[in-house]
C-alpha cells in the first residue's frame, strides 16, 4: 500500500505544486498590468510670484551744477599812455584814487603849445578885422572881389590854425577817459616820455567782469541773464552773486569751450582786477524721468529697468541721459509714479509674476 500511497501523494504533491505555480503567474501576471497602467498625471503647482523691493519713477529737473574756474577783469580798463613826446611836468593823482571823466592825470611841459595859441589867437584876430572890412565894400567896386574872397579864405585858415595850436596844447595834458581808480604812477615829474610810455592803468570796478570758459556739451542751455555764484579765495564766506552777460560767438577748437562773461556788483569796492574765482553756474534742463541707479540694467538691446504693472514684471527700454548723484535720468516709456524694480532683479523675466515685500524711498536729485 505505501508505494501506492506514496504515488498517489506524488501525484498529489505535483497538482499542488502546479496549482501554486498557476496562481504565482497569474499574480504575475496580475502585477504587470497594474504596472502597465498609466498613472493619474499630477496637477502643475503655480509659479511662484518673484520677491521684489521696488522705487517709484519720479520727474526730476535735469539741471546741471557746474564748477569753473574764472578771472576777473574790471568793466573797462585802459593803461594810459600820452599823444606826443614830452617831459612831465605835474603827475596829478595818487594810487588808488577815484577819478572822474575827464580829470587831468599828467600834464606834460606845454610852454611852446601855449606861445602855439596866442600866436594863433594873434593871426586869426587879425585876419578877421581885414576880412570884416572888405566885406564891407562888398559890392561898392571899391575892393576887387578877388581880395574879398582871399581876405574871407585868410580868416578862415587862420581859424583852422587856432584849432590845431589848441589841440596841441591838448595832447599835452592825458585825462581820464572815463571814471575810475587809477593805479600806480610809473613816471614822475621830469621823466621824458614819449607816446610808448605807459603812464598809469585806469580801472572801472564798479561792476566787475568775471571771465570762464564753459565746456561747449553746455551751450545749448546757456543764455544771457542766467545766476552765477563767485568766490574768491580771500572772502570763502562771502560768494557774490551776478548774472551771465556775455557769450562769445566761437568754439575754442583746442579746449573745445565757449567763453563767457559775467557781471558781479562792486559798490564796496572790495573785488579786484585779475582775481581768481570759483565760479558756479546752475544750468537748467528738461523735465526727465529718474531711477535709481540700482534699477537701471544693461542687456543685448540696449539699458532697460523692470517695471512692475498689473502684478507682472515688464522690461521698459531706456536711454540713459546722464547720472547724478544716485539717480539715473533716462529717456523711455515710464511714467511718472511708476514701481521701479530696484533689488530682486536677478530672477525676473518678461510676464513673471511679482511680489512686492517692500519699498525705497525715491532719491532726490543730487542726493545720495
Given at each position: 500500500?505505501?508505494?501506492?500511497?506514496?504515488?498517489?501523494?506524488?501525484?498529489?504533491q505535483?497538482?499542488?505544486?502546479?496549482?501554486?505555480?498557476?496562481?504565482?503567474?497569474?499574480?504575475?501576471?496580475?502585477?504587470?498590468v497594474?504596472?502597465?497602467?498609466?498613472?493619474?498625471?499630477?496637477?502643475?503647482?503655480?509659479?511662484?510670484?518673484?520677491?521684489?523691493?521696488?522705487?517709484?519713477?519720479?520727474?526730476?529737473?535735469?539741471?546741471?551744477?557746474?564748477?569753473?574756474?574764472?578771472?576777473?577783469?574790471?568793466q573797462?580798463?585802459?593803461?594810459l599812455?600820452?599823444l606826443v613826446?614830452?617831459?612831465?611836468d605835474r603827475?596829478?593823482?595818487?594810487?588808488?584814487?577815484?577819478?572822474?571823466a575827464?580829470?587831468?592825470?599828467?600834464?606834460?611841459?606845454?610852454?611852446?603849445?601855449?606861445?602855439a595859441?596866442?600866436?594863433?589867437?594873434?593871426?586869426?584876430?587879425?585876419?578877421?578885422?581885414?576880412?570884416?572890412?572888405?566885406?564891407?565894400?562888398?559890392?561898392?567896386?571899391a575892393v576887387?572881389?578877388?581880395?574879398?574872397?582871399?581876405?574871407v579864405a585868410?580868416?578862415?585858415?587862420?581859424?583852422?590854425?587856432?584849432?590845431?595850436?589848441?589841440?596841441?596844447?591838448?595832447?599835452?595834458?592825458?585825462?581820464?577817459?572815463?571814471a575810475?581808480v587809477?593805479g600806480?604812477?610809473?613816471?614822475?615829474?621830469?621823466?621824458?616820455?614819449?607816446?610808448t610810455?605807459?603812464?598809469?592803468?585806469?580801472?572801472?570796478?564798479?561792476?566787475?567782469?568775471?571771465?570762464?570758459?564753459v565746456?561747449?556739451?553746455?551751450?545749448?542751455?546757456?543764455?544771457?541773464?542766467?545766476?552765477?555764484?563767485?568766490?574768491?579765495?580771500?572772502?570763502?564766506?562771502?560768494?557774490?552773486?551776478?548774472?551771465?552777460?556775455e557769450?562769445?560767438?566761437q568754439?575754442?577748437?583746442?579746449?573745445?569751450?565757449?567763453?563767457?562773461?559775467?557781471?558781479?556788483p562792486?559798490?564796496?569796492?572790495?573785488?579786484?582786477?585779475?582775481?581768481?574765482?570759483?565760479?558756479?553756474?546752475?544750468?537748467?534742463?528738461?523735465l526727465?524721468m529718474?531711477?535709481?541707479?540700482?534699477?537701471?540694467?544693461?542687456g543685448r538691446?540696449?539699458?532697460?529697468?523692470?517695471?512692475?504693472?498689473?502684478g507682472?514684471?515688464?522690461?521698459?527700454?531706456?536711454?540713459?541721459v546722464?547720472?547724478?548723484?544716485?539717480?539715473?535720468?533716462?529717456?523711455?516709456?515710464?511714467?511718472?509714479?511708476?514701481?521701479?524694480?530696484?533689488?530682486?532683479?536677478?530672477?525676473?523675466?518678461?510676464?513673471?509674476?511679482?511680489?512686492?515685500v517692500?519699498?525705497r524711498?525715491?532719491?532726490?536729485?543730487?542726493?545720495?
Amino acid at each position: 500500500m505505501w508505494p501506492f500511497f506514496a504515488r498517489a501523494g506524488g501525484r498529489a504533491q505535483r497538482h499542488r505544486l502546479v496549482a501554486c505555480a498557476l496562481v504565482v503567474v497569474g499574480l504575475a501576471s496580475n502585477t504587470s498590468v497594474f504596472a502597465q497602467a498609466p498613472a493619474a498625471k499630477p496637477t502643475a503647482a503655480p509659479t511662484d510670484a518673484v520677491p521684489v523691493i521696488v522705487t517709484n519713477s519720479t520727474e526730476t529737473q535735469d539741471s546741471v551744477a557746474l564748477e569753473l574756474p574764472g578771472s576777473g577783469l574790471a568793466q573797462r580798463s585802459v593803461t594810459l599812455f600820452p599823444l606826443v613826446e614830452g617831459e612831465v611836468d605835474r603827475v596829478a593823482f595818487r594810487t588808488g584814487q577815484q577819478v572822474k571823466a575827464g580829470e587831468l592825470l599828467v600834464q606834460l611841459n606845454d610852454r611852446t603849445e601855449q606861445l602855439a595859441v596866442a600866436l594863433a589867437q594873434a593871426q586869426l584876430q587879425t585876419a578877421s578885422l581885414l576880412a570884416r572890412r572888405l566885406e564891407a565894400t562888398a559890392g561898392t567896386g571899391a575892393v576887387p572881389e578877388i581880395e574879398v574872397e582871399q581876405a574871407v579864405a585868410a580868416r578862415r585858415s587862420a581859424e583852422i590854425g587856432l584849432e590845431q595850436a589848441k589841440q596841441a596844447l591838448s595832447d599835452r595834458s592825458v585825462r581820464a577817459p572815463f571814471a575810475g581808480v587809477v593805479g600806480i604812477a610809473a613816471v614822475q615829474r621830469g621823466n621824458r616820455v614819449s607816446p610808448t610810455t605807459a603812464l598809469t592803468t585806469l580801472d572801472d570796478r564798479r561792476q566787475l567782469v568775471v571771465a570762464f570758459a564753459v565746456p561747449e556739451a553746455y551751450l545749448g542751455r546757456l543764455r544771457p541773464g542766467l545766476a552765477i555764484t563767485a568766490t574768491h579765495p580771500a572772502y570763502p564766506d562771502q560768494p557774490v552773486s551776478g548774472r551771465v552777460s556775455e557769450i562769445d560767438s566761437q568754439i575754442d577748437a583746442t579746449l573745445r569751450t565757449v567763453r563767457v562773461r559775467a557781471t558781479l556788483p562792486n559798490a564796496d569796492d572790495r573785488l579786484r582786477t585779475g582775481m581768481s574765482f570759483r565760479v558756479r553756474l546752475e544750468l537748467p534742463g528738461e523735465l526727465r524721468m529718474s531711477v535709481p541707479e540700482l534699477a537701471l540694467q544693461f542687456g543685448r538691446q540696449g539699458a532697460y529697468v523692470w517695471v512692475v504693472r498689473e502684478g507682472e514684471a515688464v522690461a521698459v527700454p531706456t536711454r540713459v541721459v546722464r547720472r547724478t548723484g544716485g539717480l539715473v535720468l533716462i529717456e523711455g516709456a515710464l511714467r511718472s509714479g511708476e514701481p521701479v524694480v530696484a533689488e530682486g532683479v536677478q530672477r525676473l523675466r518678461a510676464g513673471r509674476a511679482v511680489r512686492v515685500v517692500g519699498e525705497r524711498p525715491a532719491l532726490a536729485a543730487g542726493g545720495s
